[in-house]
């Protein structure tokens, strides 16, 4: 199994731009989850899905839209990139949506605003 | 905001010893968990415990848990190089409907061969 794939797994883009992150996790998990790791302030969620179908906004959704037409498939988009979009992002998914299930990762991917 | 707080930042010790590091958190959880992320990856699960539970171990790895203090320990015993990595925990919080972890700003182990 790959478990949770990432890609790109790096990525300039120009103030303005917009993208896709793409998340696929191959477990049939039910939950997905996308985090941002800045320096020094941890990760932060910025959206989850508890489902197909299913998503809601985290702690930092600004800036980012999801959906999740499939159980596998979790995409983030940024809409128009600013600076501060400058980060690494990790999605991770876990087997059900009950509180508190240790997550899988991605490897990440590496995002720079310029 | 942080939930889980790890302390120290950075820590660096020669291989065979012991390597402690604790979380502090703020709200009451469901329940709390460390990951690993070696540099340039994903993080790793390493362990579960769980709010009615004082301590567990997995191999070389204890956690403790004291929800009276709202704390944890990873204690990582007998390092080796490999465990060279940085090491966050995470908390299940019971007051928030988002089913997430919060996760703290980690600690940063260097394991000197």
């Known amino acids: 199994n790959a478990g949770v794939t990432q890609t790109p797994k790096f990525q300039v883009l120009k103030t303005g731009q917009s993208m896709t992150l793409q998340c696929a996790q191959d477990?049939?998990?039910?939950?997905m989850s996308w985090y941002r790791q800045d320096p020094g302030m941890g990760l932060r969620l910025i959206h989850y899905?508890?489902?197909?179908?299913?998503?809601d906004q985290g702690e930092v959704p600004n800036g980012y839209n999801v959906s999740r037409s499939t159980t596998e498939d979790f995409p983030l988009r940024l809409l128009s990139a600013a600076p501060s979009q400058t980060s690494v992002y990790f999605c991770?998914?876990?087997?059900?949506?009950?509180?508190?299930?240790?997550?899988?990762f991605g490897d990440g991917t590496r995002l720079s605003i310029l | 905001s942080q939930q889980g707080e790890e302390d120290p930042q950075a820590l660096s010790i020669q291989e065979g010893e012991n390597a402690t590091m604790n979380c502090s958190y703020k709200?009451?959880?469901?329940?709390l968990q460390w990951y690993r992320q070696n540099s340039g990856r994903g993080l790793v699960h390493l362990i579960l415990?769980?709010?009615?539970?004082r301590e567990k171990h997995s191999g070389r790895l204890r956690v403790t848990l004291d929800t009276s203090k709202k704390s944890s320990s990873l204690l990582i015993t007998a390092s080796r190089a490999a465990d060279t990595a940085s090491y966050f925990c995470?908390?299940?919080?019971?007051?928030?409907?988002?089913?997430?972890?919060?996760f703290g700003s980690g600690t940063r182990l260097q394991v000197q061969p």
């Open positions: 995470a908390t299940s919080p019971m007051d928030t409907g988002r089913r997430a972890l919060t």
């Open positions: 477990m049939n998990h039910e939950y």
């Open positions: 899905s508890v489902g197909a179908g299913i998503t």
């Open positions: 415990i769980r709010s009615n539970e």
């Open positions: 991770a998914s876990s087997y059900s949506a009950t509180r508190g299930q240790p997550q899988h």
């Open positions: 709200t009451s959880i469901n329940n």
